[in-house]
């Protein structure tokens, strides 16, 4: 192997390659997306390797995990003792055997640049065949050995797709990376470790809250963090979880406290959707305000409609406060809102929550206003959740502060 080899392989001219061959329409379709040198040492920052005894990446794409956790392994006393030792420790899954190559190659590239480095031995090595561990295949059609002692390291593909029944994930089209996390985690032994990369809708989604509690109720999770974007390829932000899998436990016994001494939104306001799909929901004869994301301005008071539909759906009533459901991090201001005070029917676009009284007065409204327009609901929210839009549950376990 040269030197010139050894230099590319470890500098990331794997990705570029693949990056280059694959189209940004395929590689979104399949999901993928290498998590890079970069995220890997995000993903595996401060942990400690040493104490695990295999390393398995269920997605390895082209091994930028396996890369960082063999960076810090203990080398042996010749590069062909250490890859013998790593082909032992690292199990690697992927629908591509080209990338599994593409991973050996470079994990043998590292060993011989660390024993060069670090002991001074040069040796001129010859690509190996692919260890027993490196399996060709879809790891959701793959039952996997996993041990105590046993660490999963994986950046699990984005793209939706359909979830097996009964899962706790979800029905119908979700998260890949959910539903490869769930795969994992069911068939995993007590002791076993996972560092992945996700979107953080996982972490903060409110339709990814069963999927929250059944993680917690099998595993510690020491973190799950958000990250921001994971860059220009996939817009996406994303978290990464850091947890170690034990005995199930009843979720409602061993429940962190809650802040429950503060009041959130949800106490005084029932949050819903706008039912009002375009070109989906049915119409009928008769007219109705409508209330839509372009005609209802922000920081404006709607005491009557400016504009009207036929839509047959749900109907609202004021005095309400709407917010846009199109919400980033990036904005200035989260939650965007308008208060309506008209008390006609009214029909209200789905772009836009929904928050409702429980007492049904406007001044409760106007205190929400306060409370939403306060710097630390955008601190609160944008810890919460890192989507790109805003949830019914994001939205009542925001705190009532300064209301």
């Known amino acids: 192997m040269s030197e010139n080899l050894v230099s590319e392989l470890m500098n990331g001219h794997a990705t570029d ?37 295999r390393f398995i990446d269920p997605s390895v794409g082209v091994g930028d995990l396996l890369i960082e956790v063999c960076s810090s392994l203990p080398l042996k006393s010749s590069v062909h003792k250490t890859i013998e030792d790593w082909s032992g420790r690292l199990v690697a899954i992927d629908l591509r055997k080209s990338f599994l ?26 690509f190996r065949e692919l260890p027993e561990g490196f399996i060709v295949g879809d790891v959701l059609t793959i039952k996997l050995d996993l041990r105590k002692h046993d660490c999963v390291v994986m950046n699990p593909p984005y793209q939706r797709i359909v979830a097996p029944a009964h899962s706790f994930v979800g029905k119908g089209k979700r998260s890949a990376a959910a539903i490869h996390l769930e795969h994992i985690i069911l068939q995993a032994p007590p002791g076993v470790g996972l560092f992945a990369l996700v979107p953080d809708v996982l972490r903060s989604g409110s339709s990814y809250e069963r999927f929250r509690k059944e993680l917690k109720s099998i ?107 199109t919400s980033s991090p990036s904005d200035k201001k989260r939650a965007r809102s308008t208060l309506v005070t008209c008390s006609n029917e009214l029909l209200v676009e789905n772009h836009l929550l929904i928050l409702k009284p429980k007492d049904k007065k406007i001044s409760t409204c106007r205190a929400l206003l306060r409370v939403l327009e306060d710097q630390g609901s955008d601190v609160w929210l944008n810890e919460f959740i890192r989507c790109r839009h805003l949830t019914v549950g994001s939205l009542k376990q925001l705190p009532w502060i300064n209301g």
Request: one cysteine or more; aromatic letters at 10%; glycine letters at 8%.
């Open 17 to 53: 390659f693949v990056y280059s061959t694959l189209s940004l329409s395929d590689r979104r379709l399949h999901g993928v997306f290498f998590s890079g040198p970069s995220w890997a040492k995000k993903i595996l920052s401060g942990q400690k390797m040493g104490k695990w005894r």
């Open 101 to 126: 190559d593409i991973t050996w190659l470079r994990l043998q590239a590292l060993a011989a640049h660390r024993h060069k480095t670090e002991k001074g031995q040069t040796v001129d090595l010859e």
């Open 219 to 325: 595993a510690d999770v020491s973190s799950f963090e958000s990250f921001g974007a994971f860059g220009i390829q996939a817009d996406i932000d994303v978290a990464i979880l850091a947890a170690v899998t034990r005995q199930p436990t009843n979720e409602k016994k061993s429940a962190r406290k809650e802040t429950s001494y503060l009041k959130k939104v949800g106490d005084f306001f029932d949050v819903s959707v706008g039912p009002v799909v375009p070109h989906r929901t049915p119409v009928t004869g008769q007219s109705y305000g409508y209330l839509t994301a372009k005609n209802a301005v922000v920081g404006k008071e709607i005491s009557s409609p400016v504009e009207f539909a036929n839509y047959a759906c749900r109907l609202e009533r004021g005095p309400l406060v709407i917010v846009r459901r």
